[in-house]
């Protein structure tokens, strides 16, 4: 609206200028008048030639990872010694999530509490124990894997990778609908049309949703970028290193 109400604006002074011009002038202050204005100032031409104006709202436009555009979930564990709770939330097609863990892990005797919170920004993952202040940044080796074709396709490679077929059968899980995949080596899964984890059941490891929200980021603050983040080693080059000896 602003550009064509600069345009028409400035079109317009230019015709009443050429028309005062062919007459005589008459009044004296009508000449001064057009002096003054008969060298209009330059203004700034936008896409002149477009008769449509495009809107300024905010679009993603990075790489999809995930096929979901946005959702939160909160989850229970058990199994192995391992016991807690979990809330992942992810944006912009899985470029940007987060995850906090709480959990206890027990073996023999002895128990642990795992209180971590990672922030995943496309290739960088940052981690911290809950409540420390202390971040390591790394780099993601999956993501160059990830970036290559579409979420869909790569989730169905995925499933392949693991084993898991769709068995046909249905779920109901924190109220949300999940299709059932199972492998006879790993175990069970149960994931959203757009591939979201509801359940899963693998290696005597269970985490099962208890709160669904498709459509909801989370909290934002919890997405926070880390600032000064200690480098952490990097496992892609770690690995390539081990492959070489």
Request: glycine content about 8%.
């Amino acid at each position: 609206m602003k550009i064509s109400l600069i345009l028409m604006t400035s079109m317009a002074m230019t015709l009443q200028l050429c028309e005062k011009k062919n007459k005589a002038p008459e009044k004296p202050s009508e000449v001064s008048q057009i002096a003054e204005n008969d060298t209009p100032k330059p203004k700034k031409v936008i896409n002149n030639k477009s008769k449509k104006i495009k809107s300024t709202k905010a679009k993603f436009a990075g790489k999809k990872l995930h096929p979901e555009k946005q959702f939160c979930v909160n989850y229970d564990h058990k199994g192995m010694g391992m016991s807690g709770t979990s809330e992942m939330c992810s944006r912009k097609h899985g470029q940007e999530s987060y995850t906090i863990e709480k959990l206890k892990i027990g073996m023999g005797g002895f128990s642990q509490d795992q209180n971590k919170h990672t922030v995943i920004y496309g290739d960088k993952i940052y981690t911290s124990e809950t409540g420390s202040g202390t971040w390591m940044v790394a780099t993601n080796p999956m993501y160059a894997g990830l970036t290559k074709g579409n979420p869909e396709d790569l989730s169905k490679q995925m499933m392949a990778a693991l084993g898991m077929s769709k068995t046909g059968e249905t779920e109901i899980v924190a109220g949300t609908k999940c299709y059932t995949y199972n492998s006879a080596q790993m175990g069970g899964a149960c994931f959203t049309k757009n591939m979201v984890m509801l359940r899963q059941s693998i290696m005597g490891m269970e985490q099962i949703a208890t709160k669904v929200d498709i459509g909801s980021a989370g909290d934002n603050a919890k997405y926070a970028r880390p600032k000064n983040a200690s480098e952490a080693p990097n496992i892609d080059d770690i690995m390539k290193r081990l492959g070489k000896q």
